[in-house]
């Protein structure tokens, strides 16, 4: 008698996310970030609230809390993220004896590098009004790269750890620092929301895009599936 195999899962290999639910949110956030396009450029959607959120903040902030996302904003610059990431990835190539966790660090690395420079120059936003600034910033205002890179590097980061005890402190922590270095562009005035929304959805659409290449590579590496019978030979 032949025995079929389960279907197999539908799942990426090494502990990569599962694949159709990483495809869906990578093309949502690739819709998100389209919106916010579209806002930008046509001055409509959120991006006709952005500069009545900048106002209000520079209005209430006081000089305690710019003091503090000062530091936040220096802690949290893209440097410093990817500095994070490549060491968490060098500890995970370190562990598992493969080079994929760097491979896979590198990838991001230059996709968020591509998508944050590339957006910027496209959509060629300018920066809020330098009398609302709190610090001097340079270049162009759409997306937020503290927000693309920090988003970016932390989620990497969360899945290259793996299913390990305390990942859920690990998550934690990834997202209020993602939180934090955001809203420190906000209280700075250096950017619109609109930008450090971008920024988040630009960096799932970057970590997704690799982690679906890397999902597709090893599922075309894997050996085929075979049928075996009960005395484990192939029937």
């Not at 927000?147 to 590097?153: D, E, I, P, R």
Request: aromatic share 4%; charged share 10%; hydrophobic share 60%.
């Amino acid at each position: 008698m032949v025995r079929t195999e389960p279907a197999v899962p539908d799942r990426a290999p090494d502990d990569l996310p599962p694949v159709v639910p990483t495809a869906a949110v990578t093309v949502l956030a690739a819709l998100v970030t389209a919106l916010l396009w579209v806002g930008v450029v046509a001055n409509t959607l959120l991006a006709v609230l952005d500069p009545s959120v900048d106002g209000w903040i520079v209005a209430v902030r006081p000089p305690a809390l710019v003091a503090t996302a000062e530091v936040v904003t220096t802690v949290g610059q893209p440097a410093v993220m990817i500095a994070v990431l490549v060491a968490v990835a060098a500890t995970a190539a370190w562990r598992s004896r493969s080079w994929e966790p760097l491979l896979l660090a590198a990838g991001a690395l230059v996709v968020l590098g591509l998508l944050d420079n590339g957006v910027k120059a496209v959509v060629a936003r300018p920066r809020p009004p330098a009398a609302w600034q709190a610090v001097t910033a340079h270049g162009l205002s759409f997306p937020s790269g503290h927000a693309l890179w920090s988003a970016g590097a932390l989620l990497l980061v969360v899945v290259l750890v793996g299913p390990i005890r305390g990942r859920g402190v690990i998550t934690f922590v990834a997202l209020a620092v993602v939180v934090a270095v955001t809203g420190s562009r906000l209280v700075l005035a250096v950017h619109y929301p609109s930008d450090v929304l971008a920024g988040w959805s630009l960096a799932v659409v970057a970590d997704g895009l690799v982690l679906l290449l890397a999902a597709g590579v090893g599922r075309r590496r894997a050996p085929p599936v075979g049928r075996r019978g009960p005395a484990g030979s192939d029937m």
